[in-house]
């Protein structure tokens, strides 16, 4: 079965990562899911149009591990990951699916408009920026002006 890569870059994520721990090949396993919105914008002048595109992503291991610690509601991330057909048979009938897996995550916001997020504050929109990010080790991180709105390629 073919994967085709999607990127989705300068999304946020519109709730609190969900973690839990799955049974694997070699015992138990962390496996997240988020949601992460991204905006463009199309056109110009009067015409100009905004639309959002929402994925719902499954991170595993280590990698699920850190984001229910680091991000929370609101987390800007830019994600690569692939896109699997997700097809099965239920009661005769096939049941038609897509499943997003994530490979590798950044996270864009400073370690303190991360923890203020996680901690419910207020300033974690603007505020100031110690410039240092709140990515955990093992983990990618993109230089500043990497937070350049792009849409979700398929």
């Given amino acids: 079965m073919a994967n085709v890569q999607v990127i989705q870059r300068h999304a946020h994520l519109?709730?609190?990562v969900k973690l839990e721990f799955v049974n694997g090949r070699e015992g138990k396993i962390a496996r997240a899911v988020l949601t992460a919105i991204s905006n463009t914008r199309r056109g110009s002048g009067e015409t100009r149009e905004e639309a959002s595109t929402a994925i719902q992503w499954t991170l595993w291991g280590k990698q699920a591990e850190n984001?229910?610690?680091?991000?929370g509601k609101g987390s800007h991330v830019n994600i690569v990951g692939r896109l699997r057909n997700n097809n099965f048979e239920k009661d005769g009938e096939t049941v038609y699916?897509?499943?997003?897996?994530a490979e590798e995550i950044d996270y864009l916001d400073s370690r303190a408009e991360s923890e203020a997020r996680r901690n419910g504050g207020?300033?974690?929109?603007g505020g100031a920026s110690s410039g240092e990010q709140a990515a955990p080790a093992g983990t990618t991180r993109k230089p500043s002006n990497a937070?350049?709105?792009v849409h979700a390629d398929a």
């Fill in 122 to 125: 207020h300033g974690a929109e």
């Fill in 67 to 71: 984001a229910a610690e680091y991000l």
């Fill in 147 to 149: 937070r350049q709105p």
């Fill in 97 to 101: 699916g897509m499943a997003f897996t």
């Fill in 14 to 16: 519109v709730g609190a």
